[in-house]
């Protein structure tokens, strides 16, 4: 029995099997090997994360590599993620990050076409680098990561070493490579004709075995201890609550059906929980457990002091509704949401432990290692500052902060409003920078006064006559807002009828009627706040403090 050898100047040389002197080694075709190490790389990945929702949910290889980038990718590539993809920029790093892990199984494979030495140390290393991502992570921990790691090194190495052998030669062909040249002392590699058919439905299984484990794995962390604890949460009534809603509910009910609130395209008052913007840092939402949680207040305090869930739960008894931006909110964007919360004042909590003098600054962490600052002293001016455990009457949404999250009226998200809280720690401003300080964000950032133009949209094409109603909502929280004031082309500023007002700290809805004209116009808006300040006309970018600029739009009658 013979085969030919790769070279044409060797296609007349036989392989004997009698030959004592052979060194001819198999060689698998590159898609074979590349396949191989493919399979290999998402088997490895579908186990990691498999693994890693089945304890605690805790992150899984992928999300604590994607995570390692962000800490430590410069702030330029950031940016240049969020310019790019805007929200979706998590999806894609997270697809990215997939992606090249596939990628990088394709090569250890074509490395691996004589020998599998080169795919299993490849795959090694995968779990190297995902062991000290999993072990630098907040949520994680070294003896976790070492079994989640493990378990996808394991897993990957199994499935790689398997899918060669199957790619090899029969006993037959093996026994069929043996070089007849008596002195031959180099290896000759021989390609080996691979069953197609039963290479492929090997590599097809096992592909189906890590989507299967991919689906299995949010399947889980869907029925996470943290989700049925949330949906077990009975939120307190006691004091004034039952009158504060009932005053709330009023407002919101007049608004809604009055001529602001029933304008189609208009802002609602109260925004759905599942319309409330999202942004964090976070690639996979924090699944805590509130029976083994806690909220520790520390640093520069006269007695380092713990709440657990139910003692915080117990006293939730404030409800205020609260205005909330993100400091990268356009103008005219939507990353701005108002909603009703209630929670634990923070200065009770605060006065019990202690506060020592020349502690300037206060710091709250998230589990996942997330944490940002403001100075004590705003949350002693009077304004709402709540350490939440409810919104919009409901126990906090988890992938809006439960079980307990920081709401600072007037302060943009970054430097304040920090989901699934962890600790809190009185420290100085010179001491502490928050997570998005050193990558170029101002240390201190009290919301802008700002205003939208809902309706009619940009662009819109509207009917000569006709009455359109120019309407949005206006925002200054802490400050309140006492004028809208609207601006047809280069006409005269209007001012523009207010909705009902929840308070200082939420935006309101405003109103004007327009009889459209023919032609192309420019619609403007500003609004005043309670310190009678009237937002600039000079357009800035979102970083380092918050857009400034008024809301412009184009429309054709």
């Not at 009703?340 to 589990?367: C, F, H, K, N, Y």
Request: aromatic share 6%.
């Amino acid at each position: 029995m013979t085969l030919p050898g790769p070279d044409s100047d060797h296609s007349d040389t036989p392989l004997d099997i009698d030959s004592p002197h052979s060194t001819a080694a198999v060689r698998r075709p590159a898609w074979v090997a590349a396949t191989s190490g493919i399979v290999a790389a998402a088997v490895a990945l579908a186990a990691g994360e498999f693994a890693a929702a089945l304890a605690s949910p805790r992150p899984g290889p992928v999300i604590a590599v994607a995570n390692r980038i962000i800490d430590k990718a410069p702030t330029w590539f950031v940016q240049f993620g969020k310019d790019l993809f805007g929200l979706s920029d998590k999806p894609a790093l997270i697809v990215g990050t997939v992606l090249t892990s596939l990628l990088l199984g394709a090569l250890f494979g074509l490395l691996s076409r004589t020998s599998p030495r080169p795919g299993i140390i490849g795959i090694a290393l995968f779990g190297v680098v995902g062991f000290g991502a999993l072990a630098a992570d907040a949520q994680a921990g070294p003896i976790s990561a070492l079994l989640i790691a493990g378990t996808a090194v394991a897993a990957g190495i199994a499935t790689f070493c398997f899918l060669f052998a199957k790619s090899g030669p029969t006993p037959a062909q093996a026994l069929s490579m043996r070089s007849t040249e008596p002195n031959a002392e180099q290896t000759r590699a021989v390609v080996v004709p691979v069953p197609r058919r039963s290479f492929l439905g090997w590599a097809g299984t096992a592909t189906v075995v890590a989507a299967a484990g991919g689906i299995a794995s949010n399947t889980l962390r869907g029925r996470s201890a943290a989700s049925r604890a949330r949906d077990a949460v009975t939120l307190p009534v006691t004091g004034n609550q039952p009158e504060t809603l009932a005053a709330i509910e009023e407002i919101v009910t007049v608004a809604d059906a009055g001529p602001i609130g029933s304008i189609e395209g208009i802002s609602s008052i109260i925004t759905p929980n599942d319309d409330f913007y999202l942004i964090d840092t976070a690639l996979l939402t924090p699944q805590i457990d509130p029976a083994g949680w806690k909220l520790t207040i520390k640093g520069m305090v006269d007695n380092e002091i713990s709440y657990t869930y139910d003692e915080l739960l117990a006293r939730a008894t404030t409800i205020a509704p609260v205005t909330l931006s993100c400091v990268s909110n356009e103008i005219g964007g939507t990353l701005v949401g108002n909603a009703v919360w209630q929670g634990v004042p923070l200065v009770e909590l605060l006065d019990e432990a202690g506060v020592q003098s020349g502690a300037t600054q206060i710091r709250s962490a998230s589990v996942d290692g997330w944490d940002c600052g403001f100075p004590t002293e705003l949350a002693y001016d009077g304004r709402t500052a709540l350490v939440a455990v409810a919104m919009n009457g409901e126990p906090l949404p988890l992938k809006h902060g439960f079980p307990a999250r920081i709401v600072i009226a007037g302060l943009y998200g970054y430097v304040s409003a920090t989901k699934w809280l962890k600790d809190i720690e009185l420290t100085t401003m010179e001491a502490f920078d928050g997570y998005w300080i050193p990558r170029g964000w101002a240390k201190e950032a009290p919301i802008k006064t700002q205003s939208r133009i809902d309706t009619p949209k940009s662009g819109a094409r509207l009917t000569a006559g006709d009455e359109v109603p120019i309407a949005g909502v206006a925002w200054a929280p802490h400050r309140g807002i006492t004028k809208v004031e609207v601006q047809v082309d280069e006409g005269e500023w209007l001012e523009a009828e207010l909705g009902e007002s929840l308070g200082l700290n939420a935006w309101r809805q405003w109103y004007l009627p327009w009889i459209a004209t023919p032609g192309r116009h420019q619609l403007r808006v500003r609004a005043t706040d309670g310190e009678n300040v009237t937002q600039t006309e000079l357009r800035t970018a979102p970083a380092p403090d918050g857009a400034s600029g008024w809301h412009s739009i184009s429309v054709n009658v």
